[in-house]
C-alpha cells in the first residue's frame, strides 16, 4: 500500500507504521479548535512573566505554575470524593483519592527540577518577588483545610483578594474529609463520641481514644469493614505523600536559602521543620502501633 511500511516482528504479526500521517492530518483550523485555542496556551504562557533576565527565574515560576495546576486538580479531585463521601458512597471516592496520590507524586518529583539551581542562581532574581511566598498559595491552603490542617490565621494573607478568601473561610468551618470518614464510622455504628462530631471545625483534630478503638475495630475485621478500611489506607497513602512534598520542600529551602528567613515573612526553614510535624489523621498512624 503507498505510503505506508510493513515491518516483520518476533511474533510474526505485521505491523503498519504510516509514513504519510503528517499529510493526512487536519490543517484547517479556522472553523474548529486547534490543540492551542482548545487549551488556551496563550493565555498559559501569557502568565510566565519573569521579573529579571536571570536564567533560573524562568524554572523558578515553571516549578510553581506546575505545582499550583497539580493543586487545582487535587482541590477538585478531594471535593468531589468528599460531596460522594457525605452521601455515605465510598467506591467511587477510592478512585479519586487515588489520583490525588498520583498527582501528589508529580508534586513531590518537581522538587527533582527544581534542586537543579543553587544557592547562586536563586539570587540572581530572589529580589524580584519581595514578599511574595508559597505561604500565600491559596489552593495549597485549600488542600490542607480539605484534609484537615486549619488555623484561622492562615487565611489572613487572602484578606485582599475576597474571591480567595471566601472559599477558604467556607473550608475552615466545614467538615474535612476526616470529619467525614468519622461520620462513616458512626453510621456503620462504631462508636464515635458526639464531642468528636460536633467538634470546633476550625481547629486540628487531635487524638481520641473511642475513636482509635472503632478503627481498631475495623483494622483487626477488615473483611467485615472492607470499604472504611480501604477509606482509611488510602487517606494514610494521602498523608504519607504529604510528608513526602513538605519534606523535599524543607530540603530544597535549605540547600537553597539555609537559614535565612522565608520571603513570606516566616523562620523560613524553622516554620517548615515546624509544619513537618503536623498529623492530619492521628488515629490512622495510632492503629498500628495499637494493633
Ligand atoms: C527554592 C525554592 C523555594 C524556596 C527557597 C522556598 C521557601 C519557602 C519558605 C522559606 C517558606 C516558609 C514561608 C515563608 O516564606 O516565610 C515556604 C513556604 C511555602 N512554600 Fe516554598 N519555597 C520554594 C519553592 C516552592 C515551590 C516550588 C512551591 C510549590 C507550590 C512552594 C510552596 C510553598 C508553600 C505551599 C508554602 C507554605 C507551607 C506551609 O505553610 O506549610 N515553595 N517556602
Redesign the pocket.
Known amino acids: 500500500m503507498a505510503g505506508r511500511a510493513g515491518r516483520q516482528t518476533r511474533s510474526g504479526r505485521q505491523r503498519v507504521t504510516d509514513q504519510n500521517a503528517p499529510e493526512r492530518a487536519y490543517t484547517d483550523f479556522s472553523q474548529s479548535l486547534s490543540y492551542g485555542d482548545y487549551l488556551r496556551l496563550d493565555t498559559l504562557k501569557a502568565a510566565h512573566h519573569p521579573i529579571t533576565g536571570a536564567h533560573d527565574e524562568h524554572l523558578f515560576i515553571t ?2 505554575h506546575v ?2 495546576v497539580w493543586l487545582e486538580l487535587i482541590v477538585r479531585e478531594l471535593r468531589a470524593a468528599m460531596t460522594l463521601l457525605e452521601g455515605g458512597i465510598t467506591d467511587a471516592p477510592l478512585k479519586m483519592l487515588t489520583r490525588v496520590v498520583r498527582a501528589q507524586e508529580q508534586l513531590t518529583n ?1 522538587w527533582e527540577v ?1 534542586k537543579t ?1 543553587t544557592p547562586a542562581d ?1 539570587l540572581q532574581f530572589r529580589h524580584a518577588f519581595g514578599q511574595a ?3 500565600q ?1 491559596a489552593s ?1 491552603r485549600t488542600v490542607e483545610f480539605l484534609l484537615g490542617n486549619r488555623r484561622a490565621v492562615l487565611l489572613r494573607p487572602h484578606e485582599h483578594r475576597p474571591d480567595l478568601h471566601g472559599p477558604l473561610e467556607a473550608d475552615l468551618n466545614a467538615p474535612s474529609i476526616y470529619d467525614l470518614a468519622l461520620k462513616l464510622l458512626a453510621e456503620r455504628g462504631l462508636p464515635v463520641p458526639d464531642e468528636i462530631l460536633n467538634r470546633d471545625l476550625t481547629q486540628r483534630p487531635e487524638l481520641n481514644e473511642t475513636v482509635l478503638e472503632s478503627w481498631l475495630t475495623v483494622y483487626r475485621d477488615p473483611q467485615t469493614y472492607w470499604d472504611l478500611y480501604e477509606l482509611a489506607e488510602k487517606l494514610l497513602d494521602v498523608e504519607d505523600n504529604f510528608r513526602r512534598w513538605r519534606f523535599n ?1 524543607l530540603t ?2 535549605e540547600r ?2 539555609g537559614f535565612k528567613a ?5 523562620s ?1 526553614a524553622g ?2 521543620r515546624g ?1 513537618l510535624s503536623v498529623v492530619l489523621f492521628p488515629e490512622l498512624w495510632e492503629v498500628r502501633t495499637r494493633l
Not at 262 to 266: A, F, R
Open positions: 516549578v510553581h505545582s499550583e518537581a527544581l539551581m536563586y511566598s508559597g505561604f498559595s495549597y520542600h530544597t529551602v537553597t536559602i522565608g520571603s513570606g515573612g516566616t523560613g516554620y517548615l509544619v
